[in-house]
Nanobody
C-alpha cells in the first residue's frame, strides 16, 4: 500500500520558519507531479505550492509566493516545503499530495491529485 507521510509541522511565532517534509513510498515517485495543500478550520482546501516531476517547474499560491519554497529529492522520494516569514494566516493542516499518473507540469487543483497524506499541523502565533 502506497503511503504518503508528512512531518515538520509545529508551533512557531510569526516571522519564524518551518520546513515540511513528505516521504512517499510509491516507487514511481520520480514521475509524479507533487504539491502541498493546506486547510484551515472552516475553510476550503487551498493549493499552496506544486512541483513537476523534475522539480524544474514550480508554482505558488499568491499568498505564499516569495515566502515559501518547494523542492524535491527524487532519489529519496521526498518533497519539501521551506516556509519563511510565517504569518498567523498560514495556520492550517498541511497536506502532501501526488498527482495522478501521467499528469504533467504543475497543478494546484486538488482534483488532479489522487494520493494524499494525513497532514501535519502548522500553527503560527501572533
Amino acid at each position: 500500500q502506497v503511503q504518503v507521510v508528512e512531518s515538520g509541522g509545529g508551533l512557531v511565532q510569526a516571522g519564524g520558519s518551518l520546513r515540511l517534509s513528505c516521504i512517499v513510498s510509491e516507487l514511481t515517485f520520480s514521475t509524479l507531479s507533487m504539491a502541498w495543500f493546506r486547510q484551515a478550520p472552516g475553510k476550503e482546501r487551498e493549493g499552496v505550492s506544486c512541483a513537476s516531476w523534475t522539480g524544474k517547474i514550480t508554482g505558488y499560491a499568491p499568498s505564499v509566493e516569495d515566502r515559501f519554497t518547494i523542492s524535491r529529492d527524487n532519489a529519496k522520494r521526498a518533497l519539501y516545503l521551506q516556509m519563511n516569514s510565517l504569518k498567523p494566516e498560514d495556520t492550517a493542516m498541511y497536506y502532501c499530495a501526488a498527482a495522478r499518473p501521467g499528469a504533467v507540469g504543475c497543478s494546484l487543483r486538488h482534483t488532479d491529485f489522487s494520493l494524499w497524506g494525513q497532514g501535519t499541523q502548522v500553527t503560527v502565533s501572533s
